[in-house]
């Protein structure tokens, strides 16, 4: 790997690094757009859908709150529609997404009546004549005749629904009256809009299903649009809003088309398990994406969301990702389809620093994450090796296919999926999925930060380290084989602040410093302090380190179908002590030395059971909790100071080494605690400690 020389002390702003970089890809003919994914919950989450569940009584509701903050505060007159999203096995219903979409260029696509808010808003509502004026001025609109079937619903006996059968097709729009038996004139149970629930099964097997309906209930109404191409949506969506001018706001749902070419800016708000999932609209600037992260901060406050959890004292993250998208303004402008090389040189750079990884990750890493790393993956060193030297050799062209059949499947995790993984190509070129081919690179091992200035600095580094890479000079050669010291040393918070040290200098050498406080702001809101003691020259610190949580095998769940769970019952911390505390005083972990000086190297870290799950691995194991660190002072066999660790939410708290239920033996009640191997800075209390063991 190629070392740059140490960080160049240069005082500059982030915002003006931003524009430098902007100025580059200006010099390059590049526009590189991003995408970001944060996550939100409530003040107080309460309930499954705030835990584990996507879905539940109250995340609609919030959706739709943010939605209309959104639309007031970014992009007024706004189209606001629900749809339905990803349907995953032991779930009832699909999850949904709420998708604001505005043009391209920020304007309106249609002009929608005024929302009416009076105490008489009910008398907006289309009444029978109404509704047969909304279908003419349709019917003249799209140029052909309309018959609407009124169906009854099981869920509201009060609720008024039309379906229109209505399709488009290269000739044009099509319709026919669809004849229905009266007892055939129900839609199903399931929730949801009306276009959702459709008796399709009767519907004439030569016709194409795409259906509009229309809804009246007490207090609104709605309208589900068929799934159509863009262009003929954007029609039927100008006919809608005109007919239904007077009329109370209605509310859209259907599915949305996918605008590849960016014909649209669309927003999304969807379910996912435990939190509500922001889709931010393309940026082509970082600037642009850092003024969303602010307006997105600003509207969630407005309505009772964060982008945090308060755990008592601490602040946690919303378990959520925070992905990043990074592409192009379209396929034909794409800045790395034709780059493969500039492409290649990304997944070293980050392969050869783990701080990437996991420095703005969550609390799960490692192999049976989310966002695994390609050596963590089902892929082998020699194949990603082998990978990045032909996709270098390429002549000039255009390589997207080249691109993605070559690393889509080196980017997967290790049963095979290639949506998981810290740099997923499963949306840059894969034409098996619908929306596999958008030239996507999306890097998935970032959390939702609590503050947008964080997140937005994050982004700022990714953009400025990309930004780098086009220079070839500075480009990483081949990759680093970790081996063990990847789950070792390189998760402890010491090695990781170090690691992201040498990004933040690299970047200096290449005239992009940034400010490196919000970087150790969020590394010391990573890995809190659970301990510090100071006497005179002497010192240690403890700090929460990173833990990869095994994977387990499949566990039969409620509905008869299977999940995979992951052990999160282990963790670490680091300890750190200067050389005057290592030569002068000693630790006691229960009641057992710590070997804080020899020649094994620092820092030292400590794995140990937090709780007993089930299922787990190795369920014999005992649960460790609670610590006892013991100190014992210079020439001295008694204790100074006691502390006892619960949780890592609380830390080590000092216990009284004068009372007699606290105090130790005098001398070690056990031989002294060793690493795994001598090379390595992990001790296992899983371990007996007197026959280290190859990991």
Known sequence: MKRQPDVV???????????????????????????????YVPLDPQGSEWSVAADGPTKLGYARALAAQLQQRAWPGSTLMYCPGKRYAGEVNPRWALRLITGADGTPLVTWPTPVLSATACAALPNAARLAGLLAELEAALGLALQAVELSDPQDPNRQTWAVPLSWDQQGWHSFAWELAPEQRCLSSASGPAGLRLPLEHFPPEELRQVLTI???????????????????????????????????????????????GHWQVLGLASDPGVLEINLPVCRTWADYARWLEVLEQGGTAVGLRAFKQQGNRTLGTGGGNHLLLGGPSLEQHPFFSRPGWLVAILRYWHWHPSLAYLFSGASVGPASQAPRADEGSASLLDLELAHRLLEQLPPGDHRVAIGETLRHLHADRSGNTHRSEISLDKFWNPAWTAGCQGLLEFRALETMPHHHWAAAVALLWRALVVMLLEPERRPEGLCDWGPTLH?????????????????????AAGLALDPQPFHAIWQWRFPQLLHWQAGEAAFTIRQALEPWPLLCDVPVEGGSTSRFVDSSLRRFELIANPVFQRDYRLLLQGRELPLVGERPQPLAVRYRQEALYPCLHPFVPVHVPLRLTLIGP??????????LHGESSGFAPLDPLDPAVAEPVGPSGPPWRPLTPDLCTLDLRLDGDAPMHG
């Open 215 to 261: 809804e009246r209930w007490s207090g609104g109404w709605g309208l589900f649009l068929p799934p159509v191409e863009r262009a003929p949506f954007e029609q039927l969506l100008a006919a809608l809003a005109s007919g239904s001018q007077g009329l109370r706001l209605p509310e859209l749902s259907g599915v949305l088309p996918l605008d590849i070419d």
């Open 635 to 644: 020439g001295s066999q008694q204790p100074i100071a006691v502390w006892s």
């Open 9 to 39: 002390q240069v005082t500059v702003s982030n915002e003006t690094t931003a524009a430098a970089l902007e100025a580059r890809l200006q010099r390059a003919g590049i526009t590189l757009t991003m995408g970001g994914e944060p996550t």
């Open 488 to 508: 070792d040393r390189a998760l402890l918070p010491s090695a990781l602040w170090a690691d992201l040290e040498q990004v933040l200098a690299d970047l200096a």
